[in-house]
Nanobody, 122 residues
């Protein structure tokens, strides 16, 4: 089992930055596919970004179009932690952000954190 705990959310003005962290415990999840999702009030949860370690220094990342060029997902396998650096934040980025993980691309995201609130004021 993997337990995920997010941190780093908060209130920021438009144009500002935040870095979210997601610490995993329970087992090493360096080989898992890690992702960030978000859910804004009244909306469905949506994919934000994902990262997959392919061995050595090779990582594959993916982003939803609305955050490309502004958000960066990264991971520190030694710390069992995945990050989401969010720059040039917009009010539309306001949401609860969730960390998720799955053992492989063939499986669903079956490990989820409790979420952390990000609020961007205009």
């Amino acid at each position: 089992q993997v337990q995920l705990v997010e941190s780093g959310g908060g209130l920021v003005q438009a144009g500002g930055s935040l870095r979210l962290s997601c610490a995993a415990s329970g087992r090493t999840f360096s080989t898992y596919v890690k992702a960030w999702f978000r859910q804004a009030p009244g909306k469905e949860r949506e994919f934000v970004a994902s990262i997959r370690w392919s061995g050595g220094s090779i990582y594959y990342t993916d982003y939803t179009d609305s955050v490309k060029g502004r958000f960066t997902i990264s991971t520190d396998n030694a710390k069992n932690t995945v990050y989401l650096q969010m720059n040039s934040l917009k009010p539309d980025d306001t949401a609860v952000y969730y960390c998720a993980a799955r053992p492989s691309l063939r499986e669903e995201y079956n490990y989820w954190g409790q979420g952390t609130q990000v609020t961007v004021s205009s």
